[in-house]
Nanobody
Framework: QVQLVESGGGLVQPGGSLRLSCAAS????????MGWYRQAPGKERELVAS???????NYADSVKGRFAFSRDNVKNTIDLQMNSLKAEDTAVYYC?????????????????WGQGTQVTVSS
């Protein structure tokens, strides 16, 4: 139905930058909510940034001012520009989508996740 594929993770030194991308594919007319979550070892998955189509983007307090979310509603892609990275940003980052419409009137009930991409911040 819907596939989310992330790219752009890797190893970076503290203070460095990375850009994550996610592309949604499948039978998609539009997507209401797209965002990024992350999960560090031994911790719960947490919201990083989430955007409702046509609305504002919500950021976790820990990333405000350092991360920037962008979205292309035509291509069904999202990006996360991560600057001033810290060791505590190390985690697997997951792309998320919900409220996926396959036509103007038909919405899928599921919540979709990508496979995750590892971000490691270390010197």
């Amino acid at each position: 139905q819907v596939q989310l594929v992330e790219s752009g993770g890797g190893l970076v030194q503290p203070g460095g930058s990375l850009r994550l991308s996610c592309a949604a594919s499948g039978s998609i007319y539009s997507i209401n909510v797209m965002g990024w979550y992350r999960q560090a070892p031994g911790k719960e998955r947490e919201l990083v940034a989430s955007n409702t189509r046509g609305g504002n983007t919500n950021y976790a307090d820990s990333v405000k001012g350092r991360f920037a979310f962008s979205r292309d509603n035509v291509k069904n892609t999202i990006d996360l520009q991560m600057n001033s990275l810290k060791a505590e940003d190390t985690a697997v980052y997951y792309c998320h989508a919900a409220g996926v419409y396959t036509s103007r009137w038909s919405m899928l009930s599921g919540v979709y996740w990508g496979q995750g991409t590892q971000v490691t911040v270390s010197s």
